[in-house]
């Protein structure tokens, strides 16, 4: 199921070709899926590093479509001034220094989010050598979010063995990535985004699960009236979806327990698209589900920015990041 879902979004970001910025190019993992990427030709690349160090580790690895792609050295970098004038026009009123900014536009990380933030990319991939955090703070602060939301957050999809779950044994979980304790407002917001990301790149009609510890009311308590209240601002802010909560997994997940205990929903033991009350339940979640039980877990796509960035697990392999892109590509093609 997998390999039918990525051959499907390979097909789709080859008919309307983006490209992708990649600044980890040194990287051993990124270099040898930027190989495969050209010569799929889903996508075009630009490969942040030095010009030398690219060369020798395509001579290394005998990768021979390299050349294909655009390298930018980011210490000798002709359109360094560019970006710096648009950093201080983005941040000056935060306090950033032209020096700083000389300073920062050097890191490959900041440079890929400024290149998304000008137009010269459409979308990035970066994260197999950074951690999350490092990743997303130049995303946040330059690429920033889309209007009408403030929250950015990480959907996973999850190709599950046991076909009885979602559309097939294919799922949808968020926020497994980004942001640690959503409030109500911001957990609605996650609950639309993951909607919008189900329906543009898993390509199902999502049936969104509030997940919480009680199910309609069964348990008392300001973590439960947190979800109540973003299953119903979610209702108010897209009334297309199809979504409801709170309720917990077993009853999201099993057709006689939701009957049981959320009888008349029509999300109940049918939902194909979950989403978690906190960062903690969901990376927690998603981890135990594709260890224990043996899923295939794509992501996390970022939802939510302005333009499309994603971050790979430090423990990503070439085949991750070649999905990764793959997705993105197609995240660009919607923006
Ligand atoms: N959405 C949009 N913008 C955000 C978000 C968000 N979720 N969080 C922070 N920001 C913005 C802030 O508004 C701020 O913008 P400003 O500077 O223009 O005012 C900027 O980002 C920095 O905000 P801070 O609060 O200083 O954020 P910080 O840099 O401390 O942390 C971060 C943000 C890195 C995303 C943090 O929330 C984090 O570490 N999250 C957990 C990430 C993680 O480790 N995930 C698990 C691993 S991933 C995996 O296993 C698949």
Redesign the pocket.
Known sequence: MVAQFLERVKAQAKGDKKRIVLPEAYEERTIKAANTILEEGFSDLILIGNPEEIRAQAEKYDLKNIGQATVIDPKNNPEKEKYVELMLQL?AS?GLTREQAERLIEDPLYLGALMVKAGDADGEVAGANN????V??PA??YV??VPGV?????A?LMFIPDTQFGENGFMVFAD?????NPTAPELAQIAVSTGKTTRAIAGFEPRIAMLSFSTKGSAKHEMVDKVVEATRLAHEMDPSLQLDGEMQSDAALIPGIGLKKAPGSKIAGKANVLVFPS?DVG?IS??MVQRMAHAEAI??ILQ??AAPIN?L?RGCSVSDIVALVAITCCQAQMH
Not at 150 to 154: A, D, F, P
């Open positions: 941040r935060k951690a999350t955090g490092d997303l703070r946040f602060q920033k979010t403030s929250v950015v957050s990480g996973m497994v990535a980004v942001h640690p960062l990376n998603y981890k992501g996390p939510g920015m971050d697990s």
